[in-house]
């Protein structure tokens, strides 16, 4: 049976970074040679490197001054690195979410954190917004954000106008719309929602931005290492590299970031649709905070004992991953780019024929 792949990460990658990827495995670019048993010195795979970097800065249109780096260690570790590189004294946070959270928490190991809006009171179902031409407390070093609140669904579609250099962890969000890059001195990004398998982080890092901190900074966690190196001070994760260069190309078949952001429009838009319309299923986050990526429904109060068998209904019909984080229970549809609007319609045929059976 067809599956409907809704997991919030790692989650569905296109067909062709798949097939290209697993082409790969076997014969690498007419080597004879597999992928994973290749030199990364080699010409092959340091072309792979510099088109996947050269492909970024073309869909997300990077100004000059900025590196592109593939890294090892998640986004998680990001959490510290941005931190060990760029906080000098004091830096702002956003806490919208449990990876905001968790970002504040490493953040507080290099410096003093002010966490400038938090909607955690209201079990994070909004994103506090700063008002526009945000100015910044004086002594920020940066402001934090994460774009998008992948277990909460809620998410910022904007990159805010504030006094301070930005700092955006845009994870489970980054290809879905344009990004105005000039705006922020860091982006990091997990490649397992919207890129490519687990194993390697997506960082645009401002150049002039790095060096200002006093502290030492071990190698491996040094940004400028990287930039000086071209992502190969050491081996990097080849494979998911590749990948995300399969992805890039794909994406940039589809017409870039502006024709994507279509597509996922108009899909959340059908989900929410049918979520409002509905007579068991009520959406979680608010609506001037929905996020188009990650979709969190539950069911109606009256309804909730039904939850369980939802899932089971889904899964009958090749719906697979629509199980709500612990945190907010229910539900959540996770419509990353790879997500074809078939199965957001098939979800939405299941929800409707749920019921009616009910
Ligand atoms: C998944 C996710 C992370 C964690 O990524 P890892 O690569 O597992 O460290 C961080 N932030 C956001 C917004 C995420 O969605």
Same mark, same amino acid.
């Given at each position: ?53 050269? &492909? ?12 592109? &780096?593939? &890294? =090892? ?56 917004? &700063? ?36 700092? @955006? ?41 790095? =060096? ?5 900074? !071990? ?16 081996? !990097? !994760? ?5 990948? @995300? ?23 959340? @838009? ?30 109606? !109060? ?57």
């Amino acid at each position: 049976m067809k599956k409907h792949n809704f997991y919030a990460g790692p989650s569905i990658l296109s067909e062709y970074t798949i097939n290209h990827t697993a082409e790969a495995v076997k014969d690498f670019a007419g080597t004879g040679l597999s992928l994973l048993e290749v030199s990364h010195r080699s010409k092959e795979f340091v072309a792979v490197m510099d088109e996947a970097q050269a &492909l970024v800065k073309e869909l997300l249109d990077v100004p000059e001054g900025y590196s592109v &780096l593939f &890294l =090892g260690g998640g986004a998680s570790l990001q959490f510290a690195m941005g931190p060990m590189n760029l906080l000098r004294n004091k830096a702002g946070y956003l806490d919208t979410g449990t990876w905001a959270a968790n970002a504040i928490k490493e953040a507080r190991l290099f410096g003093d954190v002010d966490v400038l809006a938090s909607s955690k009171d209201a079990n994070y179902t909004f994103y506090p917004r &700063l008002h526009a031409d945000y100015e910044c407390p004086d002594g920020l070093d940066y402001l934090h954000i994460t774009t998008n609140n992948t277990i909460y669904g809620t998410e910022l579609r904007e990159d805010p106008t504030v006094t301070c250099p930005l700092i @955006a962890d845009m994870s489970s969000d980054i290809f879905s719309r344009p990004v105005d890059v000039a705006k922020y001195d860091l982006i990091y990004a997990g490649a397992q929602k919207n890129l490519a398998p687990a194993g390697v982080t997506l960082v645009i890092v401002k150049d002039s931005a790095l =060096g200002q901190v006093e502290r030492a900074i !071990p190698t491996m966690l040094d940004y400028r290492t990287h930039i000086k190196k071209g992502s190969m001070f050491n081996t !990097p !994760p080849v494979l998911p590299v590749y990948s @995300a260069l399969m992805t890039l190309r794909y994406y940039k078949e589809q017409g870039g970031v502006k024709a994507l952001e279509k597509l996922d429009l108009d899909k959340a @838009a059908m989900l929410y649709d049918a979520i409002d319309s509905s007579r068991l299923f009520i959406g979680t986050a608010r609506s001037d905070s929905r996020s188009i990526m990650n979709v969190t429904f539950v069911m109606k !109060p009256e309804y909730a004992e039904l939850e369980k068998e939802f899932v089971d209904f889904c899964s009958a019909r090749g719906i697979v991953g629509i199980k709500g984080h612990r945190s907010v229970g229910g539900f959540r549809a996770s419509l990353y780019n790879a997500l074809p609007v078939e199965s957001v319609k098939v979800l939405i045929e299941a929800m409707t024929d749920f019921q009616k059976a009910h």
